[in-house]
């Protein structure tokens, strides 16, 4: 072996050792950060929810939203442009108003539907209706269900004269805000499209 070739062996020893110890460096888990050097994008400056925040006059992190704004999922109730009210109990709701609520359809009220769609909306109106209504109302909607035994006020009957007059939008609100007495609100457990559709299979209960 000449000199010259001993050296370069030498050097490529070092090279591989080199790489031995780059390895160390290498990242194996990418989850994992090692030294970084400009985080601003990575530490973003966010502040709590509640904690004072100098970027804004008033101090306040969580804003108000600007007048108007509709949260998600929460479209607002219009007749004829106005927003319909959805706070006033309905015991002592005025008669224009109700009459406002009559007025609400369902969404797919102007197109024609096949009977194919409206038997879909009735199955499913029956799965919610024997899901969250049973339990008062009784799952031929006549009232006596489980509850009413429990010292919790029993509902009157769905299928008397009082439940069938009142009309499909008056029954929205009433699921929507809750009844003129004890019922509660039931907009969390039960989707709009749901609620039409629970309604028309209450009235398929109500047509013998
Ligand atoms: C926690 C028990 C409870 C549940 C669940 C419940 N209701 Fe009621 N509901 C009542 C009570 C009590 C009343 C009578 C007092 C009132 O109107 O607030 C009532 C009244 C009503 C009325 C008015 C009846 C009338 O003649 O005045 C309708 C319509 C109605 N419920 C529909 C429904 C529908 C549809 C559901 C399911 C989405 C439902 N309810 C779920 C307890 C309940």
């Known amino acids: 072996m000449t000199r010259g070739s001993a050296r370069w062996e030498a050097l490529l020893w ?30 973003g400056a966010a502040y709590d929810a509640f904690a004072p925040n100098p970027n804004f006059p008033d101090s306040k992190t969580l804003r108000t939203p600007p007048e108007g704004s509709i949260a998600r999922g929460y479209a607002p109730l219009l007749i004829d442009g106005a927003l319909l009210d959805v706070t006033t109990p309905l015991k002592v709701l ?42 008062c109302h009784g799952s031929s909607g006549a009232g006596g269900a489980i ?14 004269p009082h439940a069938r007059d009142l009309s499909d939008g008056v029954i929205f609100r009433i699921i929507t805000v809750g009844g003129f007495e004890n019922m509660p609100s039931h907009a969390s457990q039960v989707e709009r499209e749901d609620r039409w559709k ?11």
């Not at 290498?26 to 050097?37: K, L």
């Not at 509850?147 to 029993?154: H, Q, S």
């Open 198 to 208: 629970v309604i028309q299979y209450l009235r398929s209960l109500q047509t013998p």
């Open 147 to 160: 509850v009413t035994k429990r010292r919790v006020p029993p509902p009157p009957s769905l299928l008397e």
């Open 14 to 43: 070092v090279g591989v050792a080199l790489l031995a110890l780059l390895h160390l460096f290498v990242r194996e888990d990418f989850q994992i950060r090692r030294g970084a050097v400009f985080t601003d994008m990575v530490d």
């Open 94 to 135: 005025p008669e224009s108003e109700k009459l406002r609520w009559d007025r609400l359809l369902p969404p797919w009220s102007g197109a024609e539907s096949s009977p194919e769609e409206v038997a879909a909306r009735q199955a499913r109106g029956g799965v919610v209706f024997d899901a969250v209504c049973a339990n």
